[in-house]
């Protein structure tokens, strides 16, 4: 581009793209194909701007901001990257932040921009470069300092154990372990609870020990047990998550665990993607979600599940929010299912957004911490649906449909559980919002 085109301002560089833009596929034969490693790093190259993506991404949908979704978000770094445009730190941070990095872009975009790695290197380049968010700071020397993005003290993180005799005991087992004798046999099930259910989610590390209890697991806390990393790594600060990658693996590792269960997807996501390919894809022990193990334990033990608190007759109607790091992130679309279908006294509905189609939850990427105002929305909009919920009853003899709309909305992960309850609560919807630990809780195994 001249020099006199050079354009300062990102919103010149970012246009609303054709009028068909979203509605025709764009022509692999306009496209060139990048070199290995333009393809893995630099991906965004290839982006046609056609506006696919453009209609599932949630922010975009509620900013009506052109730099807010991927193709916009493209069409900057590589201006950026052609320097038609300068750097500016003030005027970056909110097109590189106002994203939940959901990944519902990366499933739909037609010539295969991987745009989750994209974003995360734009990420790391432009904090690199000094443009970081204020609160972004904060959390990050809250991590390494106290373990724990919330300022909290490291030794609090087990203070849930008190009103819990569950986790209390499994806390007690790890002691003993750690001063137990080369030859004892370690216990083979640890429990990684993540910062946020253990400070401020106390109900769902509760409801977890407890439910793996219930299935007759006899598990051990990690005393040690840090940050798993997860927002470093969203935000552009991996080599300061590797500091917590390296001890947190080094800490299970040593506790002879072999199979490691997470009630959290962030953390669940973060081992299987980041602490995997850090360890060579040997980490030396199993990873499994909450929703996985339970489902494997029934199916060893050959158990039924029973809801206590309805029947088969008056089922609870529930319907399951796929969290963006359990599916899109590890593919984990089927067991939640699963699971939820072998209760009796449950019965399960789809939204018309599920799968590797879901909708965040809106607190993915940072938005949350940083733009509670878009995780508000993007949150309602999830709440909404669940009421738009509908299926086909075949309910007497004359075979009358009824509608029904879900009276809960499951999750599996501490931050949907979280947005999506705070949004429901304002807006004094009729839908509950509840973790998945918290349904297994009422639930009878036998
Ligand atoms: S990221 Fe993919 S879907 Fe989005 S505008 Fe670019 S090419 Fe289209
Ligand atoms: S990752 Fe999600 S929020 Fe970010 S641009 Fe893609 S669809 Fe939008």
């Known amino acids: 581009m001249s020099e006199g085109k050079e354009k300062e301002d990102l919103k010149n560089v970012v246009t609303t793209g054709p009028p068909v833009a979203g509605l025709v596929s764009p022509s692999r ?21 056609c506006g696919y993506c453009r209609h599932v991404c949630k922010v975009y949908n509620t ?8 193709g916009g978000r493209n069409r900057i770094i590589k201006a950026l990257d052609r320097g038609d445009i300068k750097f500016k730190k003030d005027d970056i941070i909110p097109p590189v932040f106002r994203c939940m990095l959901c990944g519902n872009c990366k499933v739909v975009c037609p010539v295969g921009v991987d745009t989750l790695s994209v974003f995360q290197n734009f990420r790391k380049e432009v904090v690199k ?6 609160k972004l700071k904060m959390m990050k020397s809250s991590i390494m ?4 993005p919330f300022l909290e003290k490291h030794v609090d993180r087990f203070n849930w154990c008190d009103s819990c005799e569950e986790g209390a005991k499994a806390y007690e087992r790890a002691k003993q372990r750690i001063t137990a004798k080369e030859e004892e046999t370690p216990y083979s099930v640890g429990y ?12 769902l590390v509760s409801a977890t020990s407890q439910v793996l209890d219930k299935l007759g697991v006899e598990f051990v806390l990690f005393p040690e047990e840090k ?13 300061d998550a590797n500091k917590l990658v390296k001890s947190n693996t080094e800490m299970i590792r040593k506790s002879g665990v072999k199979e490691v269960v997470f009630s959290c997807s962030g953390c669940f996501s973060t081992f299987n993607l980041e602490y995997s390919r850090i360890a060579d894809y040997n980490l030396g022990f199993d990873l499994y979600h909450l929703t996985q193990y339970a489902l494997k334990i029934v199916k060893e ?18 319907t399951y929010h796929d969290p963006c790091h359990l599916g899109r992130y590890c593919g984990v679309y089927e067991e939640p299912r699963e699971l939820i279908r072998m209760i009796e006294g449950v019965k399960l509905f789809e939204m018309k957004h599920n799968k590797d189609m879901a909708w965040c939850c809106g ?42 709309p879900a009276e809960v909305l499951v999750s599996s992960c501490v931050f949907c559980k979280n947005n999506l309850f705070q949004v429901a609560n304002e807006d004094n919807s009729p839908i509950k919002v509840m973790d998945i630990s918290q349904l297994l809780l009422d639930c009878e195994f036998y």
Request: glycine content about 8%; hydrophobic content about 25%; proline content about 2%.
């Open 227 to 239: 940050c798993c990393g997860s927002v470093l790594f969203r935000t552009g600060l991996e080599e």
């Open 301 to 318: 033990k050959n158990l039924k599940i029973r809801y206590t608190k309805r029947s088969k007759e008056d089922p609870l109607l529930i």
């Open 192 to 203: 990684f609870m993540g910062c946020t259910s253990s400070y401020r989610n106390k109900e």
């Open 63 to 70: 900013s009506w901001s052109e730099s807010d979704y991927a």
């Open 29 to 49: 034969d306009n496209l060139r194909e990048p070199s290995d490693e333009f393809k893995n790093k630099h991906s965004y190259e290839r982006c046609t701007h």
């Open 363 to 404: 607190a993915g990427g940072g938005v949350k911490a940083l733009y509670g105002d878009i995780a508000a929305e993007v949150g309602r909009d999830r709440i909404t649906e669940t009421r738009a919920c509908m299926v086909r009853i075949r309910e007497d003899r004359l075979k009358e449909a009824l509608e029904t």
């Open 145 to 148: 300092e106290n373990n724990n």
């Open 129 to 134: 470069r000094g443009a970081m968010p204020e």
